[in-house]
C-alpha cells in the first residue's frame, strides 16, 4: 500500500523533533497527515502503542473512520490480507506486528483517567486547541517507551507526540504560547522541564499545502473568504495565529478600534475597580473610567456617551503561562492591587466596584473580601442570579458594538492598550460548544469574567449614591 503526502507533511512526518505542532489554515490534509502517520509508524515499528486523540467521540469518528481517506479506506487492502484488523467495538486498529492504534476521546476533563495507566509512545492529537492545557500536560505525562525495539530509520525520533489544529477555540491561547511564540517556524528548540523538556517545532500549515485540494476543489478557497469576519478569514485561510477565530467576539472586536492610545482621565470621570478572583487560576483586576458625556479627551478631543466604560488599567495574577496563577494569599492580592494604583495616575480616585460573589463566602468564619479589607481594598457583589452570565456577556457585545459606530450614539467599551492581558485573551475568548449564547468556561476567561462583572453594575447617579460610590 502506497501512502503519499505532500512536501510539508513529509516535513512534519520526517521531523526529528518530539513535539511539533503542525497548524494553521483549514484544508491541508492535518488530520490525513496524522492517520499515514499512525500507520506508517505502526508497520515499522513492532509493539508500538499509538492514541489519536480528538476531544469528542462523533468527532473523532467522522474525521478518522468515515470518507474517502479514512481508516477502513486506507487500510482497506491490508484488512483483507489479514494483516490488519479494525476492532470497531475497541475503537482500536491492530496491526500483525503488535502495533496499535487507539482511537480515544476527551470530552471531559476527567476523561484523562482513561489512559491513567497507558504507556503512549506516540501520540497524534487532532485540534489540539480543543483540549485543554490540563488534558495536553496530562497526555503528554503518559508519553513514555521502553523495551522497544526501535529501527535505525526511526532512531532518534520516538516516543513522540505530533499534533494538528486550526488557530481559535478554548485552547488558543495556551497553544500559541506553547508552540507558535518562542521560536520561528520551522524551528526545533527545546521546551524548558515544566512543559515536558521535549524538542518542540511548529511547521505552519497553509492550504497551499495541499495541491490535491486546490485542483479538486478551486472554490475551497473561496468558501473560506466566505466565513465572514476578516480575522476567522485569516485565521483558517492563511493560518493567522494573531487571529482571534470562532470566539464569542470576534464578529464585533476590532483592534484598531477597541484598542485606545492612554488619555488622562479628566477629574469628572469616576474611576473604580472591578475584580475576579483567583488562585491556582489567575486573578483580574481592572480599572474602569466612565465617561461623563460632557468632556473630551483624547488627542481627537472626542466626547463619548455618558456611561462610556474605558478600561485604563489592569493587574493579571498569573505566572506567564496561561491560565496559570500565582497561588497568593487573599491579602497578598489585595497588597499589589493597593500599591498598584500608589504608584498610577489614579491614585486617590478608585472607588469599590464588582467582584464575583464567591469571594463574599464564609468560610471558617471569615470571607475573601473580608480579607482584602484588612488590608483597605474593598469590592461590591456582582450581580448575579439566573441568566446573569448570558446576559453580562450579550451587555459586553451590545457595547462592543456601539463602539464601532461613529458618532456613538449609545455607551460604549474600550480598552487602553496597555491592559495586553485583556487584550491577549477576551477578544479570542471561544464560544461554548453546548451553548452559542454563552462563553466556554473552560478558557482564559478571568478578564472577560472581570468585564462581564464591571459591565453589569449601573454606573447612573442613583446607583452611584446608592453605593457610596
Not at 479589607?373 to 474593598?378: K, N, S, W
Request: charged share 20%.
Amino acid at each position: 500500500m502506497q501512502l503519499a503526502l505532500y512536501p510539508k507533511q513529509s516535513q512534519v512526518f520526517q521531523s526529528p523533533a518530539r513535539q511539533i505542532l503542525f497548524g494553521g489554515a483549514a484544508g491541508p490534509g492535518k488530520s490525513y497527515l496524522l492517520r499515514v502517520a499512525g500507520i506508517a509508524w505502526g508497520t515499522g515499528i513492532p509493539g508500538l502503542q499509538i492514541y489519536l486523540f480528538r476531544r469528542t467521540f462523533p468527532d473523532l469518528y467522522k474525521n478518522h473512520m468515515e470518507g474517502p481517506t479514512s481508516f477502513p479506506m486506507l487500510l482497506a487492502p491490508w484488512v483483507a490480507e489479514k494483516c490488519v484488523k479494525i476492532h470497531y467495538d475497541k475503537n482500536q486498529i491492530a496491526f500483525a506486528n503488535g502495533s496499535r492504534i487507539h482511537l480515544t476521546h476527551m470530552q471531559y476533563e476527567q476523561d484523562v483517567q482513561k489512559i491513567h495507566g497507558a504507556e503512549i509512545h506516540v501520540a497524534l492529537i487532532d485540534e489540539l486547541t480543543h483540549f485543554s492545557k490540563t488534558q495536553y500536560a496530562f497526555i503528554r505525562s503518559r508519553v513514555r517507551m521502553a523495551g522497544i525495539e526501535v529501527p535505525e530509520v526511526f532512531k532518534g525520533r520516538f516516543p513522540r507526540i505530533v499534533t494538528a489544529s486550526n488557530p481559535g477555540s478554548l485552547g488558543h491561547n495556551w497553544v500559541r504560547a506553547l508552540f507558535v511564540d518562542p521560536a520561528p517556524p520551522g524551528e526545533i528548540w527545546e521546551s524548558p522541564p515544566e512543559e515536558g523538556g521535549l524538542t518542540t517545532q511548529f511547521i505552519p500549515a497553509l492550504l497551499s499545502d495541499n495541491p490535491g485540494l486546490m485542483q479538486d476543489d478551486p472554490g475551497y478557497a473561496d468558501r473560506l473568504r466566505g466565513l465572514g469576519t476578516p480575522e476567522l478569514v485569516k485565521a483558517m485561510l492563511e493560518g493567522d495565529w494573531n487571529a482571534q477565530a470562532g470566539g464569542y467576539f470576534d464578529d464585533l472586536w476590532q483592534t484598531s478600534t477597541h484598542i485606545m492610545e492612554p488619555f488622562d482621565i479628566p477629574p469628572a470621570w469616576h474611576i473604580r475597580r472591578a475584580f475576579d478572583w483567583g488562585s491556582s487560576k489567575p486573578f483580574s483586576v481592572g480599572w474602569w473610567a466612565h465617561s461623563d458625556g460632557e468632556t473630551p479627551v483624547g488627542p481627537q478631543r472626542r466626547m463619548y456617551p455618558r456611561g462610556t466604560r474605558f478600561q485604563v488599567m489592569e493587574l493579571y495574577g498569573w505566572n506567564g503561562k496561561p491560565n496559570e496563577g500565582l497561588r497568593l494569599t487573599n491579602t497578598e492580592i489585595a497588597r499589589r492591587i493597593k500599591a498598584q494604583e500608589a504608584a498610577s495616575p489614579y491614585a486617590g480616585r478608585v472607588k469599590p466596584g464588582p467582584a464575583d460573589t464567591q469571594i463574599y463566602d464564609v468560610v471558617n468564619g471569615t470571607s475573601i473580601a473580608q480579607e482584602m479589607e484588612t488590608v483597605g481594598i474593598r469590592f461590591l457583589p456582582a450581580q448575579k442570579g439566573p441568566g446573569s452570565r448570558r446576559q453580562g456577556w450579550q451587555i459586553m457585545r451590545q457595547l462592543l458594538d456601539a463602539s464601532l459606530k461613529w458618532p456613538m450614539e449609545e455607551r460604549g467599551l474600550f480598552v487602553f492598550a496597555t491592559c495586553r492581558q485583556f487584550i491577549r485573551t477576551v477578544p479570542g475568548l471561544p464560544r461554548d460548544p453546548a451553548n452559542a449564547e454563552d462563553v466556554d468556561s473552560d478558557a482564559e476567561d478571568h478578564c472577560g469574567d472581570m468585564a462581564r462583572y464591571e459591565c453589569t453594575m449601573p454606573i447612573g447617579t442613583a446607583s452611584i449614591r446608592e453605593l457610596n460610590y
